[in-house]
């Protein structure tokens, strides 16, 4: 490996230490990921991961459930509305996160995606430990 090969693996693990929470034993979702980025979850938390500020107000769908608490993990200052399941979250130019603005959002109940009946019994997130409630 070259210099610059290691410099990124170097990289990539620091943030991986700091943010790991936000992706490892977790399912991608709710939220279908778009151009801005996407979402992780487990149970009744969901990741935000804002990649790209295409614009400056960032509007997703999680409905049938009711938002706890959320906070903004990678630093900075962010402002988040719900309405009825609709949620949007701006953030100022100078709080955004270079490589990933992430938000944790805390829900009343588990979340429940892609019509599955079941509840998630893997921490691998694979989709293979549905159980029927």
Not at 52 to 65: A, C, L, R, V, Y
Not at 74 to 103: M, Q
């Amino acid at each position: 490996m070259d210099e610059e090969q290691v410099e990124r693996l170097r990289q990539a693990g620091e943030w991986l230490s700091k943010y790991g929470e936000t992706l490892y034993g977790l399912r991608g979702g709710p939220v279908i990921a778009d151009r801005w980025g996407g979402t992780t979850y487990r149970d009744n938390i969901v990741y935000v991961h804002i990649l790209e500020w295409e614009k400056d107000q960032i509007t997703f769908e999680i409905p049938g459930n009711t938002m706890e608490k959320w906070k903004v993990i990678s630093g900075g200052k962010a402002e988040l509305t719900e309405e009825n399941g609709t949620f949007s979250i701006s953030v100022p130019i100078p709080e955004r996160d270079s490589i990933d603005t992430i938000l944790k959002l805390t829900f009343a109940e588990p979340i429940v995606w892609e019509g599955c009946k079941g509840r998630e019994n893997d921490v691998y997130g694979l989709a293979d430990g549905l159980k029927e409630e």
